[in-house]
C-alpha cells in the first residue's frame, strides 16, 4: 500500500477537525450550523472552509452520516455481545445500547430525530446508514422466526398496509412474515419515540426513574413481538 502524502493527511486532518467544532456548534446551536462560525472557531477565513466542504449541506451530511455510523455501529455491538439464542436478551440490549449512544450525544441525536433542519435534503447515501439500527432489530425477529423460537401472529394485515409491508420485507432481504415485521417496526417506533421524549424533556419531570420507565417500555414492546 502506498502511504497517504503529506498533504492528504493534511487535508483528511483539517477535515476532522472542521468536523469536531461543528459538533460544539451542533451542542450549543442547534442543526442551524454557519460554516462561518466555525471557521472564525478555526481561525480560518471563510472561505477557506469551502476547500474541504463546498456548503454547510455537505458539512451537515457528513455529520448525519458519522452520527449514524456510531449509532448503527453502538446497537450492532450490544446485539452481538448478547447470547444468540435469547431473543428478548438481544431486543433489550440493543434497545439499551441506543438510548445510552443517544443520551450520551444528544445533539447528534437531535440531528438524526429532531426538527428537520430548514432548507436541507439529506442525500440517498443517510439512507443506509439509518437503516441499521432497524435491521439489527428485524435480524433478531429472522432469527427468531428460523430457529423456531418465535412464532409469527396470526392476524392478517389490512391493504394497502400488506403490500407495503411486504415491500419493505424485499426491500430488506430477510424472510420475516409481513405481521410479524409489523410489530417489529412498531417496536422500532416506540424505542425512537421513547428516546426522543426523555432527551427533549418531554417526560423528565413525570417520570424522574427514567431508566425502569425505559426497560418497562422495550419489555412491553418486546411482549406485543411475540419474543419469548
Known amino acids: 500500500m502506498v502511504a497517504p502524502s503529506l498533504r492528504a493527511r493534511v487535508r483528511a486532518g483539517m477535515i476532522e477537525e472542521i468536523k469536531a467544532v461543528a459538533r460544539r456548534h451542533l451542542a450549543t446551536d442547534g442543526a442551524n450550523l454557519s460554516l462561518r462560525a466555525v471557521a472564525r472557531d478555526l481561525g480560518m477565513v471563510s472561505s477557506a472552509i469551502y476547500r474541504y466542504f463546498p456548503s454547510r449541506d455537505d458539512l451537515l451530511t457528513a455529520l448525519i452520516l458519522e452520527a449514524y455510523a456510531a449509532l448503527g455501529e453502538a446497537v450492532e455491538s450490544a446485539d452481538a455481545a448478547a447470547d444468540p439464542t435469547d ?34 435534503a439529506a442525500p440517498d447515501d443517510t439512507v443506509a446508514p439509518a437503516q441499521r439500527p432497524p435491521t439489527t432489530l428485524v435480524g433478531i425477529l429472522r432469527d427468531g422466526v428460523a430457529s423456531g423460537r418465535l412464532a409469527p401472529p396470526a392476524e392478517d394485515l389490512p391493504e394497502p398496509l400488506r403490500a407495503d409491508v411486504a415491500e419493505l420485507v424485499a426491500l430488506l432481504g430477510m424472510d420475516v412474515p409481513p405481521a410479524l415485521l409489523a410489530r417489529g417496526m412498531a417496536g422500532w417506533t416506540q424505542l425512537f419515540g421513547l428516546i426522543s421524549f426523555e432527551l427533549f424533556g418531554r417526560i423528565n419531570r413525570a417520570l424522574p426513574h427514567r431508566d425502569e420507565y425505559f426497560d418497562h417500555q422495550i419489555g412491553l414492546m418486546a411482549d406485543l413481538v411475540g419474543l419469548p
Open 87 to 120: 431473543l428478548r436478551g438481544r431486543w433489550l440490549a440493543a434497545c439499551r445500547a441506543a438510548r445510552t449512544w443517544a443520551l450520551a450525544h444528544p445533539a447528534e441525536y437531535a440531528l438524526l430525530y429532531g426538527s428537520p433542519v430548514p432548507g436541507y
